[in-house]
């Protein structure tokens, strides 16, 4: 009924004589044109399917991030862009290898899921053990004395903040807490540090989420590992009742930064001025990086297809990039944003999807107050898709760079949260977990954007 219900107002809409009205109609129409090609005929889904299923998580400087550019070359060709290179860009390289962890309980040894943080150092294969002190928050491990963790492991018991409607502002409380902590335990004298996984997964959930760390300033580089929610909440009441000591073993570590790329697709315009669109190829090492950030990946795409299929010429040019290395570097959007600086290039606007590709729900935006009621403008005739909510600020990571050195304005897909932290960063986060229907919402509504961003954006 909602859905006639709309046609019913822009049907009615159309009836008005006034130009505005008249200019709304138009600009619905072809938003119906886009969801219909992209819902009907789009290739979204089965692209992420490839992506997933034959290549697999792709880590940054390995043979699987290096196969999605063979492959994605492809797909933008038969989307239709008019033309598609690479660009270079120096990347991080980090690798796993084999680890593990084991609670010393009285007489028991009791193996915990676990998953070394990104860019960190390990044991170098070797077994390390020693004496858990657990707190509950990052104030509690500033302030503790050097002499509480001397020698010791400290386990960071601090779980996602459940109290926010948006996931993302839960993510956004903690996610300091793995990228500096292994710094503030190493200043402490500790010798590991563990963290409670950045999940809204509850109950009996006991998978290990991974992520970026950095040491910053730290003297030394200590492995630091991210455990479930079930095994935090087990360590800490043992370690309440008694004294308990873990045996870590890893053989993760840094090595040479290598050569990568950007992949860069374009549907040419008349203006000389970009619109750029995009989402992140490399993944973490664990799961298929389906969600984070397949899905941003294969809904930009869509875009380049969609527009081409539907013949759209549009003014600015359609320049869609998956970038390199956004989850322990972010070297690719830097890379980015410096060689268009560097070409004094023009950019009108820039989207990123890389929340998830689950419903979409709006657009958050980085601008200028007068660029934001441009877009809340489009309110009604995004509203079809199911977008309403265009109050967020923000961008992201990949874009960013270039708001800071070309004033771009920004914008980012906002699914539906809920979920995502349930699988980010995680062994679930693979192409099963994706809806079709969402994923093409998302593209979709992702075109319709661009679509009205090169018709009003100068």
């Known amino acids: 009924m909602k859905c006639l219900k709309y046609a019913a107002f822009f049907l009615a809409s159309g009836l008005l004589a006034t130009t505005a009205t008249a200019q709304n109609v138009t600009d619905s129409q072809q938003v119906a044109h886009i969801t219909n090609e992209v819902l009907l005929h789009g290739t979204a889904y089965q692209n992420l399917e490839y992506l997933c299923k034959k290549i697999g998580h792709r880590l940054s400087g390995t043979g699987a991030e290096a196969r999605t550019r063979t492959w994605a070359i492809q797909a933008f060709k038969e989307a239709g862009a008019d033309t598609v290179w690479l660009q270079p860009v120096m990347v991080p ?11 010393r ?32 928050t990052m104030e509690a ?8 963790l001397k020698g010791k492991i400290a386990f960071l018991n601090y779980p996602f903040p459940a109290h926010f409607p948006c996931t993302f502002d839960g993510y ?13 335990a190493s200043r402490k004298g500790a010798v590991a540090f563990v963290i409670r996984s950045l ?14 760390m ?3 300033d730290a003297p030394y580089k200590i492995p630091a590992i991210a455990i479930g929610n079930a095994a935090a909440d087990s360590i800490c009441k043992w370690v309440k009742q008694n004294a308990v000591r873990a045996v870590l073993n890893s053989s993760c570590g840094m090595q040479e930064d290598v050569l990568s790329y950007n992949i860069v697709a374009e549907l040419k315009g008349t203006s000389g001025h970009y619109i750029t669109v995009g989402g992140h190829y490399d993944s973490w090492d664990v799961g298929e990086g389906a969600h984070d950030d397949g899905a941003g990946c294969v809904q930009s795409i869509e875009v380049i297809r969609c527009f081409k299929q539907l013949n759209i010429k549009p003014k600015n040019t359609i320049r869609a990039v998956l970038f390199a290395n956004e989850e322990n570097g972010a070297k690719g959007g830097r890379a980015y944003a410096d060689s268009a600086l560097s070409k004094q290039e023009v950019h009108v606007l820039a989207v990123e999807s890389d929340a998830g590709g689950f419903s979409p729900r709006g657009f958050s935006l980085e601008m200028s107050a007068s660029e934001v009621q441009i877009v809340k403008s489009w309110k009604e005739v995004l509203l079809p898709l199911g977008l309403y909510d265009f109050a967020r600020e923000g961008g992201g990571v990949d874009i960013d760079p270039l708001r800071k050195k070309l004033k771009t304005p920004l914008a980012g897909l906002m699914p539906d949260t809920q979920r995502y932290f349930d699988v980010h960063h ?3 986060d693979v192409f099963e977990a994706v809806n079709k229907r969402e994923l093409h919402l998302g593209a979709a509504s992702m075109a319709a954007f661009i679509y009205l961003a090169d018709k009003y954006f100068n």
């Open 93 to 103: 390289k980090w690798t796993r290898g084999k680890e593990s962890l084991k609670i």
């Open 105 to 136: 309980k009285g007489k028991e040894l009791i193996t915990i899921p676990m998953l070394s943080l990104g860019n960190s150092e390990g044991t170098k294969g070797k077994n390390m053990e020693a004496e858990i002190v657990c707190f509950e």
């Open 426 to 428: 995680c062994e679930k």
């Open 214 to 216: 950095s040491y910053g």
């Open 199 to 212: 999940s809204t997964g509850v109950g009996t959930y006991d998978l290990p989420h991974t992520g970026v």
């Open 172 to 184: 956004s409380e903690v996610g300091g807490n793995r990228y500096n902590g292994p710094a503030i």
């Open 141 to 148: 491990l500033k302030n503790a004395p050097e002499a509480m």
